[in-house]
C-alpha cells in the first residue's frame, strides 16, 4: 500500500504563487505517474496535471497550462506542483493521486488526503 502525504497548500491573492508537494511513502514503481486533481465547492473532481515517474513526461488540464508546472525528485518519490498567476477560479482542494491515473475517468490507484488553495481576489 502507498501512502501519499501532501503538503503546501493554503490562502495566497490573485496573481500570486504556491508550490504543493505529495511525497509517496513505503513504495513507488517507475511506471507510477504522480499527479493532482481538484474539487471545487459544488464541482466535480477535475484533472489538473500529471508527471511519469520514468521519464518526466507532463500533462495538463487546459486551464492550467501555462500557468501551472509539475515535476518530480525520485529520490525523494515527490512530485511537485508549481502553481503561479493563481485566479480565484483555482480555489479547490487539491489532491495528490499516484499509480495508474486515468484522467478522464478522475481515477487514480492511490489518493492523498487533500489540501485546500484559496485565492482572494
Known amino acids: 500500500?502507498?501512502?501519499?502525504?501532501?503538503?503546501?497548500?493554503?490562502?495566497?491573492?490573485?496573481?500570486?504563487?504556491l508550490r504543493l508537494s505529495c511525497t509517496a511513502f513505503r513504495?513507488?514503481?517507475?511506471?507510477f505517474r504522480m499527479g493532482w486533481?481538484?474539487?471545487?465547492p459544488g464541482k466535480e473532481r477535475e484533472f489538473v496535471?500529471?508527471?511519469?515517474?520514468?521519464?518526466?513526461t507532463t500533462k495538463y488540464a487546459d486551464s492550467v497550462k501555462?500557468?501551472?508546472?509539475?515535476?518530480?525528485?525520485?529520490?525523494?518519490?515527490?512530485?511537485y506542483l508549481q502553481m503561479n498567476s493563481l485566479i480565484p477560479e483555482?480555489?479547490?482542494?487539491?489532491?495528490?493521486a499516484a499509480g495508474t491515473l486515468i484522467?478522464?475517468?478522475i481515477s487514480a490507484t492511490y489518493w492523498?488526503?487533500?489540501?485546500?488553495v484559496t485565492v482572494s481576489s
Request: charged share 20%.
Open 37 to 40: 486533481f481538484r474539487q471545487a
Open 66 to 79: 501555462g500557468r501551472f508546472t509539475i515535476s518530480r525528485d525520485n529520490a525523494k518519490n515527490t512530485a
Open 103 to 105: 484522467e478522464s475517468r
Open 1 to 17: 500500500q502507498v501512502q501519499l502525504v501532501e503538503s503546501g497548500g493554503g490562502l495566497v491573492q490573485a496573481g500570486g504563487s
Open 112 to 116: 492523498g488526503q487533500g489540501t485546500q
Open 90 to 96: 483555482d480555489t479547490a482542494v487539491y489532491y495528490c
Open 49 to 56: 496535471a500529471a508527471v511519469t515517474l520514468s521519464d518526466g
Open 27 to 31: 513504495r513507488t514503481f517507475s511506471r
